[in-house]
């Protein structure tokens, strides 16, 4: 029997099963031989959908994390150097106690004048070497080049006496804490005419 378009029933089967079309008899389902492929098509962006969901939930929980290690490092390492700060500055004061006990035993003994000035010297030595311990120094400054680097010229003085810009008298001292200045020396400083 031939239909509107010319075809027997028999050629629009083998149409059909030569271009896996759905069968003409009206009912929907795929045919069997692709039923497992359409249903791995199907179920396949879905499963992807969510192994891409737990991957990118894994990595957000990982960046969490990782922000948070980050962020209590960071506490941590500010805690350590404030730590640091505080006994650096007990380390630095410690050698000093002895000086101040020495200037208190001076302080309540009576003495002759030159007995009390021999006692403070003793002291003003003991107060150098607590200094230079933990890397305190005095910067060199009358008879020196004046340089402006470690001192401060609160004075010219014309003078044929000394040499141009030599430094003539300390009116205050200088120190340095390893390389660093700590205080500028204040000085007078000869000019030639």
């Known amino acids: 029997m031939k239909k509107a378009n010319g075809k027997s029933e028999t050629e629009m089967a083998g149409l059909d099963l030569e271009h896996e079309l759905p069968p003409a008899d009206g009912d929907d389902r795929p045919p069997e031989s692709s039923a497992g492929a359409v249903d791995a098509e199907i179920a396949g962006p879905g499963a992807e959908l969510q192994k891409l969901k737990a991957e990118r939930d894994s990595l957000l929980d990982r960046l969490a994390r990782a922000q948070a290690e980050f962020e209590n490092a960071r506490r941590r390492a500010s805690k350590e150097q404030q730590e640091f700060r ?18 208190e035993r001076a302080l309540q003994v009576k003495s002759e ?15 150098q070497d607590a200094l230079a311990k933990i890397g305190v120094r005095a910067i060199p400054a009358k008879g020196e080049p004046f340089d402006p680097h470690v001192h401060e010229a609160i004075e010219m003085v014309e003078t044929t006496d000394a040499a141009d810009h030599e430094v003539l008298e300390e009116l205050q001292r200088g120190y340095k804490f390893k390389d660093r200045l700590l205080r500028p020396a204040m000085v007078k400083v000869a000019k030639n005419p």
């Open 86 to 103: 505080e006994y650096a500055a007990a380390d630095a004061i410690k050698p000093l106690l002895p000086v101040l006990d020495s200037f």
């Open 113 to 127: 004048p030159g007995d009390f000035r021999s006692g403070v010297e003793l002291i003003y030595k003991q107060l």
